[in-house]
């Protein structure tokens, strides 16, 4: 290039920082291609297969259905997982609160063979139950028990009415003498027992009065002699008159009028809740009882106790039997059976000698019940004498031994058989 038609330029090259002339028109010359970066070699694959081809593009948020399946797997794992970890900690937490806090582990396996580091301890022995003897018999009850109602019915003894029901069952009986040399017995009853049939049920006699408010018992009868029914009224007695309160009642169609007069323990305990639930049941005193005495201690035989009410009829004998320490009651020359067949038993039979007065032309008695007097106390197959005292008509009838202690019966049924002063009893 000319200087005289060209103006001359100077520019700083970048590479060799030299001045270069350029002339207007003139190309613009080129920067030196760079050197060649060698490549790698390319991927020998074998003879026969088809080129590699990249992936299609995916769109954007979806995944692949193999992708979508282990998520929801993972997703499953991980709500097991939590789950299966809080049941454990709960199952770690409860058998900790019961090794520490006295629970069933803690109070069996831990105090049996000690925790580790510890001594092991022995159990504490469980409480045991304290009991107490039923006023009425003797029979084991719970300590805290309540006191119960009692049930006093009159149940008469004429031949026409037996058999007779409920007197097997009944935990005290007392047999005295009314008119006509016949007897009847006042059956008396805890509230708690069941007995569903008792009876024939008769009128009231005023002595009986008094060996039911031994009790403060529900006095059940049909009708009563007119001294009976005043003192019923004087008294304030838990009174069941058969007449005002039938419904407490059935008549047996079966039998004949008027043997046929029944009640039962059931019965009772509506008319008890119904008239007299407002009144509280008093405190019932009880004998002395103890254990049956053992096999060895019994005598190999014991007298029959006999006692003639009147006619053979009314013969009463009771007879002991060693192997079960009781006796057996016979009435008329044959053992008495309850209308269900049930034999009559006692564990205690008692003799009570009771001043006898007649009222009148019928033939009522006034047995004087207050005091004391002479008895025959049978227990264990053996008979002594005794003696009876009572303090007043609400108090307790005991019997004492000839050296002035509180005879011991056994846990069961009684029966006491009332007589007149100097009558003659076999024994």
Same mark, same amino acid.
Request: glycine residues 6%.
């Given at each position: ?12 090259? !970048? ?24 490549? /790698? ?20 948020? @979806?995944?692949? /259905?193999?992708? +979508? ?59 045991? !139950? ?19 109602? =009692? ?14 029901? +409920? ?80 419904? =407490? ?29 407002? #009144? ?5 005193? +009880? ?46 020359? @044959? ?29 009522? #008695? ?32 005991? =019997? ?28």
């Amino acid at each position: 290039m000319s200087p005289d038609n060209a103006k001359k330029t100077a520019r700083q090259d !970048p590479d060799s920082r030299r001045a270069v002339l350029i002339a207007p028109n003139m190309p613009m010359p080129r920067p030196p291609a760079p050197p060649a970066v060698p490549r /790698p070699p390319a991927a020998v694959r074998p003879v026969g297969l088809p080129p590699i081809r990249p992936p299609l593009p995916r769109p954007i948020g @979806k995944l692949p /259905p193999a992708w +979508g399946r282990r998520e929801s797997f993972w997703k499953t794992l991980a709500v097991w997982s939590v789950l299966v970890f809080a049941l454990i900690l709960g199952l770690t937490a409860l058998g900790w609160t019961y090794w520490n806090e006295g629970g069933r582990f803690g109070s069996s396996w831990s105090l049996r063979h000690g925790r580790q580091g510890q001594p092991a301890v022995q159990a504490p022995p469980a409480p045991v !139950p304290s009991a107490k003897r039923r006023a009425i018999d003797g029979r084991p009850v719970a300590a805290d028990a309540a006191s119960v109602g =009692y049930y006093a019915v009159m149940v008469e003894n004429m031949i026409d009415a037996r058999p007779l029901s +409920g007197l097997a069952k009944a935990p005290l009986v007392i047999e005295a003498p009314v008119e006509g040399g016949i007897t009847r017995f006042l059956a008396v009853f805890p509230a708690e027992d069941v007995v569903d049939r008792i009876g024939p049920v008769r009128s009231a006699r005023p002595y009986y009065l008094d060996w039911a408010q031994e009790f403060d018992a529900l006095y059940a009868h049909v009708g009563g002699s007119p001294e009976a029914l005043n003192k019923l009224s004087e008294l304030k007695i838990k009174d069941l008159n058969q007449f005002s309160w039938g419904k =407490y009642f059935w008549r047996d169609s079966g039998r004949k009028a008027p043997h046929n007069v029944y009640t039962s323990t059931s019965l009772l305990a509506d008319a008890a809740s119904a008239r007299f639930s407002d #009144r509280r049941t008093r405190e019932t005193a +009880g004998w002395t009882f103890k254990d049956d005495a053992a096999s060895s201690e019994r005598p190999q035989s014991s007298p029959d106790i006999v006692i003639d009410y009147s006619t053979p009829a009314y013969r009463v004998t009771w007879s002991y039997d060693r192997q079960n320490n009781y006796y057996v009651r016979s009435e008329g020359a @044959k053992e008495q059976l309850d209308e269900d067949n049930s034999p009559i038993r006692a564990k205690n039979i008692v003799v009570q000698y009771n001043k006898v007065a007649v009222l009148d032309d019928i033939g009522r #008695r006034r047995i004087e019940t207050v005091g004391e007097g002479p008895a025959l106390v049978a227990v264990d197959g053996l008979t002594r004498d005794a003696v009876w005292k009572k303090a007043s008509a609400q108090a307790r009838t005991r =019997y004492y031994d000839a050296k002035g202690q509180e005879i011991e019966f056994n846990a069961g049924s009684t029966w006491v058989e009332v007589v007149p002063s100097g009558m003659e009893v076999a024994h």
